[in-house]
């Protein structure tokens, strides 16, 4: 898959506390990665080193002339983290400046609620067969295992109202390591069911992934649709991602509507 970031090398792992001192440098959410905005322009920091920059929504042929326009300004952000102790050459850092290739291993310190807990042979299993087949069949593949997975998790807790399948869901993704999850409501349109939503941090599919202006999290769609399509006997149900890593957000978001028939 193309990503539609530059990747560029500090050389020297980073310390988040250290890192909060620096203006214009913000945390995302209780992650190992700070976050600067320039603009449309977003800058990302990991604890690794690795300094990535990218337009939400856009690709490389908005981003190059969006890093131009802010050179000065890159400049200042890092002499202020050189000033932190770190040996940067801030020169170099921005030569070494490269289109990301697709890298979909776990950054550290992008799933802190999950130490110890290794994904990468998940995401080995998910992504390298993209070199293989085409992409709307993986995809499709990955949606349907969530259904399936969904589908059982319903038909075995047999709960009461949506708000026991959520917390059955919630458990699911928890114990399995697929992420930190937090779900609500919003009115729904055209409809009587509340649109469920959900928030789901430090996803097993996405954290840290690059920005490729897709979603990511194919499997956690099809389990929010399996699960509601059978504890409400209703297949006119639809999942949407509507935030993800793949989209330039630290968060995945889901919202899943039921459609009058």
Not at 8 to 32: F, I, Q
Not at 129 to 135: G, S, T, V
Request: charged share 25%.
């Amino acid at each position: 898959m193309d990503t539609a970031c530059y990747q560029y090398s500090l050389g020297a792992s980073l310390d988040m506390k250290k890192l909060a001192k620096v203006k214009g440098l913000k945390r995302v959410s209780k992650l190992d990665v700070m976050e600067a905005h320039f603009g449309d322009l977003v800058i990302q920091l990991f604890k690794s080193g690795e300094m990535r920059a990218f337009v939400p929504g856009q690709g490389i042929d908005r981003l190059q002339p969006a890093l131009l326009s802010v050179g000065v300004k890159l400049i200042e952000l890092l002499a202020a983290i050189k000033g932190l102790g770190y040996k940067i050459d801030e020169q170099k850092v921005l030569s070494s400046g490269h289109p990301m290739p697709f890298e979909y291993l776990a950054p550290e310190g992008v799933r802190p609620s999950f130490k110890g807990v290794s994904i990468n042979v998940l995401r080995e299993l998910a992504y390298a067969p993209y070199d293989l087949a085409q992409e709307f069949q993986l995809e499709r593949n990955e949606v349907q295992a969530g259904e399936n997975a969904g589908r059982r998790l319903v038909e075995k807790a047999s709960p009461k109202d949506v708000k026991e399948v959520n917390k059955v869901l919630a458990g699911y993704m928890k114990g399995n390591g697929i992420g930190v999850p937090s779900f609500s409501e919003e009115k729904g349109e055209r409809t009587t069911y509340p649109v469920q939503v959900l928030e789901l941090q430090e996803s097993a599919f996405a954290a840290g992934m690059p920005v490729i202006n897709k979603p990511y999290c194919h499997f956690v769609r099809g389990l929010l649709r399996g699960a509601y399509v059978a504890f409400y006997e209703l297949e006119n149900i639809e999942v949407k991602e509507t935030k993800c890593w793949g989209l330039g957000d630290s968060i995945c978001t889901f919202k899943a509507r039921i459609y009058p028939k």
